[in-house]
């Protein structure tokens, strides 16, 4: 006996979602399979205007187990993190969390990572910031840096190796 | 020495499938004491309960034991057969070899070994049975119901055309309930207040039911049969007597639409000396202790107004809170339910805008008698709304807030609909935001196909916020049925909030033993099979107190509960269980920790002999006297130490 989807011929993939509701439960956020579908999440989606983003239908696709499907897609890059869907599910569930266990799955499996998002990372781990702290510019055109504006200067890692080791360790432990 | 019979059930397959029902006869065959074992497909059948009763007569039995369900399905029927065979029902024990074994297990050889022990253990315990017999209590033949909406109203009525005598107890100035705020009811579109005056005024007027309005129970004694209830009436400030309900103290008040009316949900005003909606049962006016001038701050002008204004000389200020006894058989608890606060669902911006009400809001701004006379307006500006958006299942189903369907949400909304479309005519938008539609009961898919072509828009979703835009309100909502996220501005937005236990449950459910669901609302004894007892001997529930619900199952649970009422109030006398507590009068030295323990009042301190007694009508057999007890003088009839240890013994 089985279950096919006859438009990707892709099969559930048991194994993989309980690793990925072990985790929502870790977090203790509910599993997928207590989605009743109410879309609340993608009325308010931050990611579903420009990006096509909706979240209810990776919480559906989780449920029917069709994994490979979300990691080969582009879309589980476009959620921004926001967690408002996390707050507002009246069935506690966390599409976000589930972005993130997708993007997991697809860095471990080798995937392109978007080119941003490999910057950022980089970024994070040269210094420990998303960013490096830009100046600001005032209403009346001056440009202004911490110092000029009385902020210390941002710390940064007295040993990038050590620093971004630690940060690796995480990665792999999955935490 | 006994002589003991078993009788082992199969209950079809439910037990054989799982224990070798054969094997575990023969094997009771052989225990001490045991004469005659015995098994049959259904025991509890009229075939089982003769084969029972022959063998008693057979054998001489004078102790049986029986390997069946749980007690709580068929100890009862089975004591009745045990004693038409002519053993006392007392010496009856039920081995639990269904739910405790048989459904349980799947290993058959390893179940079949513990039915043996189970059963084993109960012809231990079968071996020390005492016969016991019922004593008996006279039962006094009145009725209290407790809250007067439509759920009250019913069972006041049922019980009163039954020829029994019913205090009806409501806390607020008139009775009718939730019902009365309403302007229609679906799926019939009867007029709310059409049907129900009728029904008000026959409870006020009915030579048996005597109305407690503005009254609430305090305190509560006694037991099934007998209780003594505590009931406080509240001052008005009005003597009924004298008051005609003309309306000049409301007209006179200097608080003359200051106060918000609860009546109309805030949506509109009244005085301090008011009414609360012109139909009110009984046609008296109240004076609000909390807001009036003259009992807050002892001075309301030179002299009160409202007491200048009244021809009859009613206003009475020195009327004072009156404690009253009452004594009666039962108790009906109709005390109805409570509506979420949208507020703490603040995505959806109840507290930004007058302009997102509330369904029991939106009922009294499209009722007749409500703050606008029935003309949609909208709270902002008055002025007639050109769109109007549904948002269902606020805070219900969901696990941050109700767990639990509020049952009436769907159906009201798309009474509504109807509503508005008559009042609105077809220039206004309607706009539905959906999770699913439960529209379950008599007529009520047929309605909901009528609305569906009364040119609504409905959105298969939920929103995930409202944002006020100060004129208007707007909405992104993600319809699963197109896949399209749809913007919606609209004029007016109605939650439609979940359906709550009244916030003071808890402390009610304390004052009369009752037990709470894990939701709150007050539980029944069996959710199938008694739905309207509670755990408490006498007193029953029904309506929104026991579970969210409509009206119609409201009147049919209210009539249920006056028919479980008349039961017991048609009795002269009731039999009292005699598997209650008991004290060793040897052994008890008098401490009273029992006293202090017995959660139903029912051990009292001899003053004189200085020994702990039992009220057999108030004892439940709880058992924690027995427990507390330091001197092992409290016992429980039939589960006395040696009998449970001997149980024990056999088990292992």
């Known amino acids: 006996m089985s279950i096919t989807d006859l438009t990707s011929m892709g099969e559930p993939q048991v194994e993989l979602k309980k690793e990925i509701n072990d985790r929502l439960s870790k977090l203790q956020d509910e599993v997928s399979d207590y989605c009743y579908q109410c879309a609340k999440c993608t009325s308010g989606c931050e990611a579903h205007k420009l990006l096509e983003l909706e979240p209810h239908k990776i919480v559906a696709l989780l449920k029917q187990g069709l994994i490979d499907e979300m990691v080969n897609s582009d879309i589980i890059w476009t959620c921004m993190s926001c967690f408002k869907c996390r707050e507002r599910c009246p069935q506690k569930i966390a599409p976000v969390e589930i972005l993130f266990a997708l993007k997991n799955l697809a860095v471990a499996g080798g995937k392109q990572v978007p080119g941003k998002y490999t910057s950022v990372l980089q970024s994070v781990l040269s210094i420990g910031l998303i960013q490096d702290a830009q100046s600001v510019t005032t209403k009346d055109m001056k440009t202004k840096t911490r110092d000029d504006l009385g902020l210390p200067p941002l710390s940064k890692p007295d040993d990038p190796a050590k620093f971004q080791a630690g940060l690796m360790k995480i990665a792999v432990e999955k935490v | 020495m006994r002589r003991i019979g078993v009788f082992v059930c199969h209950c ?90 048989s459904w349980a297990h799947s290993d058959r050889e390893k179940a079949t070994k513990k039915a043996k022990f189970l059963v084993r253990s109960a012809v231990a315990k079968a071996k020390l049975l005492e016969s016991l017999e019922t004593s008996t209590l006279e039962v006094n033949h009145d009725a209290l119901v407790i809250g007067a909406g439509i759920a009250g109203i019913q069972a006041s009525l049922d019980l009163a055309n039954d020829g029994f005598k019913v205090y009806l107890v409501e806390r607020e100035p008139s009775i009718g309930g939730r019902m009365a705020q309403l302007d229609k009811t679906f799926p019939t579109l009867d007029c709310s207040s059409c049907i129900l005056t009728p029904k008000m005024m026959e409870v006020a007027n009915h030579p048996n039911v005597e ?298 459910a304390r004052l009369l033993h009752l037990t709470l669901s894990g939701d709150g609302f007050f539980l029944e004894a069996h959710p199938k099979l008694r739905p309207m007892d509670t755990f408490v001997n006498g007193i029953f529930i029904a309506g929104c107190c026991q579970g969210p619900k409509d009206i119609q199952d409201t009147v049919s649970q209210a009539s249920g509960a006056a028919s479980r009422v008349a039961t017991i109030l048609s009795k002269e006398e009731l039999e009292i269980d005699p598997l209650i507590a008991a004290v060793d009068a040897e052994v008890c030295t008098g401490c009273g920790i029992c006293v202090e323990v017995c959660p139903y009042e029912a051990r009292v301190l001899n003053e004189k002999t200085k020994i702990a007694e039992v009220n057999d009508a108030l004892c439940t057999g709880c058992g924690a006297c027995i427990a507390a007890c330091p001197s092992n003088a409290s016992i429980h009839k039939n589960f006395t130490k040696k009998q449970l240890l001997d149980m024990v013994d056999d088990i292992i």
């Open chain 2, 211 to 508: 109305l407690l309005t503005y009254s609430e129970v305090t305190g509560i004694e006694g037991s099934i049969g007998n209780y003594t209830v505590k009931i406080k009436k509240k001052p008005r400030y009005v003597d009924v007597e004298k008051c005609t309900g003309c309306g000049d103290c409301a007209t006179a008040c200097r608080l003359k639409d200051r106060i918000n009316s609860e009546f109309n949900m805030s949506r509109g005003k009244r005085g301090a000396a008011y009414m609360p909606f012109p139909q009110a049962v009984p046609l008296k006016y109240t004076i609000d202790a909390e807001h009036c001038l003259f009992l807050t701050r002892g001075k309301c002008g030179d002299k009160p107004a409202c007491r200048e204004a009244c021809d009859q000389k009613a206003i009475n200020f020195d009327q004072k809170e009156e404690i009253v006894e009452l004594k009666v058989g039962a108790i009906v608890v109709t005390t109805g339910y409570d509506l979420l606060d949208p507020t703490s669902m603040y995505e959806y911006g109840y507290a930004n805008s007058p302009d997102v009400i509330t369904t029991l809001e939106l009922e009294r701004l499209i009722s007749s008698s409500g703050p606008t006379l029935g003309e949609i307006l909208r709270p902002s500006d008055q002025q007639k709304p050109k769109s109007i958006t549904f948002i269902l299942c606020v805070g219900s189903r969901d696990e941050t807030e109700c767990t639990w369907c509020c049952r009436i949400g769907c159906m009201s909304a798309l009474k509504h609909v109807y509503l508005l479309r008559e009042k609105l005519g077809d220039d206004v938008e309607i706009n539905v935001c959906y999770t699913d539609v439960r529209s379950y009961g008599k007529g009520y898919e047929e309605f909901y196909r009528t609305v569906r072509g009364m040119k609504t828009n409905m959105f298969r979703g939920r929103p995930s916020e409202v944002q006020n835009m100060g004129d208007h309100q707007k909405i992104d909502i993600f319809d699963t049925t197109t896949n399209k996220l749809f913007e919606i501005t609209t004029d007016m937005v109605v939650l439609v909030p979940a359906l709550l236990p009244r916030a003071d449950a808890g402390d009610f």
């Open chain 2, 12 to 101: 079809g397959i439910n037990i054989a499938q799982n224990v070798d029902v054969e094997a575990l006869t023969k094997y009771a065959s052989k225990l001490d004491s045991v004469v005659v074992s015995k098994s049959y497909k259904y025991m509890c059948s009229d075939v089982g309960a003769t084969l029972i009763k022959d063998s008693i007569k057979k054998h001489e039995l004078d102790g049986v034991v029986i390997a069946c369900c749980s007690p709580r399905m068929h100890e009862h029927t089975f004591r009745e057969v045990v004693s038409d065979g002519g053993v006392n029902q007392y010496r009856l024990e039920i081995a639990n070899i269904r739910e405790q074994c």
